[in-house]
């Protein structure tokens, strides 16, 4: 599984976000849907060549995510994140800002790789009832990885409400913007928006502070001159650890975007400003607000 809520708080993460938790033992995990278990597998990028994912500590029970492939399969071609009643399903409905989490959860620590019958706590005073009704429904998170897996896994949900704070919208369509969207004056692009496009094969610019990725050309004007857009990501403040996960995710979906020899492209997606100064310029300050994606 790619997804998990961690236990005992309403936060949200992808396996991705994984690599940027220092002590990623310090907290148990349960299914964003029916609440069993899960345990964080292939996580320290020093040694595991797979990517992060979770594996399950139980079986799941009345849970969405038992289809989650297929329906990731089925996305790209029908409406699918609806419930029987025709209502909304679970997806991320609502979204917060994400912070890094400290080394310590503050709960009972559970070594979730070992614990394989731990099955994660319920929140206190849920019921089956209630329980069950919160996991179905329409969801907050502070995944940003995640509403953008939602967004490429479901091009025809697009039209889903979606609230997201310091974003400008109201559903999917209208909270994601392309960078290469014309519009009368082509190089100012709305305010409040998860901007998304194309990354360049070369290497980012890695400096004390500052790591840039340029993106595809864009044409200024009727003279077909053109120039790139480019995003710089201020690394001031990182811990080192932070840094290289984020090099090291960047890395890894650029190889294999460059393996793929020109049959796929490396999309990111960022929520961060446009420069006042140079139009050209995007500048984002934390990771957890970047997602590379591979199409």
């Not at 949200?12 to 609440?35: F, H, K, M, P, R």
């Not at 997201?164 to 994601?176: K, M, P, Q, R, V």
Request: proline share 5%.
């Amino acid at each position: 599984m790619e997804d998990a809520r961690i236990s005992g708080s309403d936060q949200n993460i992808t396996a991705e976000d994984l690599w940027y938790i220092d002590d990623v033992e310090a907290y148990s995990y349960q299914c964003i849907s029916c609440g069993v278990g899960l345990s964080p597998c292939s996580y320290d990028k020093d040694v595991n060549k797979r990517r992060p994912y979770f594996r399950k500590q139980a079986e799941h029970k009345e849970c969405f995510y038992l289809s989650e492939a297929y329906l990731n399969r089925k996305g790209k071609k029908s409406t699918t994140v609806r419930s029987e009643d025709g209502k909304p399903g679970h997806y991320p409905r609502e979204f917060a800002l994400p912070k890094l989490l400290p080394a310590s959860s503050g709960l009972p620590r559970t070594n979730s790789l070992l614990d394989k019958k731990h099955n994660g706590p319920r929140v206190s005073g849920d019921s089956d009832s209630s329980r069950q009704a919160k996991y179905d429904r329409p969801y907050k998170t502070s995944s940003f990885r995640l509403l953008v897996n939602h967004y490429l896994n479901y091009p025809n949900d697009r039209s889903l409400p979606l609230t997201a704070e310091s974003i400008d919208g109201y559903n999917y369509w209208t909270c994601f913007k392309s960078l290469f969207t014309n519009s009368d004056n082509p190089l100012r692009k709305p305010k409040n928006k998860i901007y998304f496009a194309n990354a360049k094969w070369a290497k980012p610019e890695v400096n004390t502070d500052t790591i840039t990725i340029l993106f595809d050309a864009y044409t200024l004007d009727e003279s077909k001159s053109k120039r790139n857009l480019f995003l710089v990501i201020n690394t001031k403040g990182w811990k080192d650890t932070v840094k290289e996960a984020f090099m090291h995710d960047y890395n890894k979906a650029r190889r294999n975007v460059i393996d793929s020899e020109g049959e796929k492209r490396l999309k990111v997606f960022f929520l961060g400003r446009q420069s006042d100064e140079n139009l050209l310029e995007f500048t984002v300050d934390t990771p957890l607000l970047i997602s590379f994606n591979i199409v």
